[in-house]
Nanobody
Framework: QVQLVESGGGLVQAGGSLRLSCAASGRTFSNYGMGWFRQAPGKEREFVAA????????LYPDSAKGRFTISRENAKNTVYLQMNGLKPEDTAVFYC?????????????????WGQGTQVTVSS
């Protein structure tokens, strides 16, 4: 079992930045690849970023490339999402999730453990 707790969300103006954190507890953190997803009201959960257990490989959708950066500190059992150049359309609840250590996946169903989410609101 892995418990995930997100933090760092909030209200920010368009063009601003936020850094989300996801603290993990339970099993060996480096055994899990980690992903960030987001879900806006009335929309499906959307892939934002993923990183392998070692941190050597990452994956982003086109909407996040150049603006968002995923990273992790295995010694601190924490994964981060640095978000720059935020836009009003980035407004959503952001979730972190734990899955396979070596497979980067865009698919929510391939992640076994999920956090409770943190709200990000970007004002225009």
């Amino acid at each position: 079992q892995v418990q995930l707790v997100e933090s760092g969300g909030g209200l920010v103006q368009a063009g601003g930045s936020l850094r989300l954190s996801c603290a993990a507890s339970g099993r060996t953190f480096s055994n899990y690849g980690m992903g960030w997803f987001r879900q806006a009201p009335g929309k499906e959960r959307e892939f934002v970023a993923a990183i392998t257990g070692s941190g050597r490989s990452t994956l982003y959708p086109d909407s996040a490339k150049g603006r968002f950066t995923i990273s992790r500190e295995n010694a601190k059992n924490t994964v981060y999402l640095q978000m720059n150049g935020l836009k009003p359309e980035d407004t959503a609840v952001f979730y972190c999730a734990a899955g396979s250590s070596v497979v980067l996946s865009r698919t929510p169903g391939e992640y076994r453990y999920w956090g409770q989410g943190t709200q990000v609101t970007v004002s225009s």
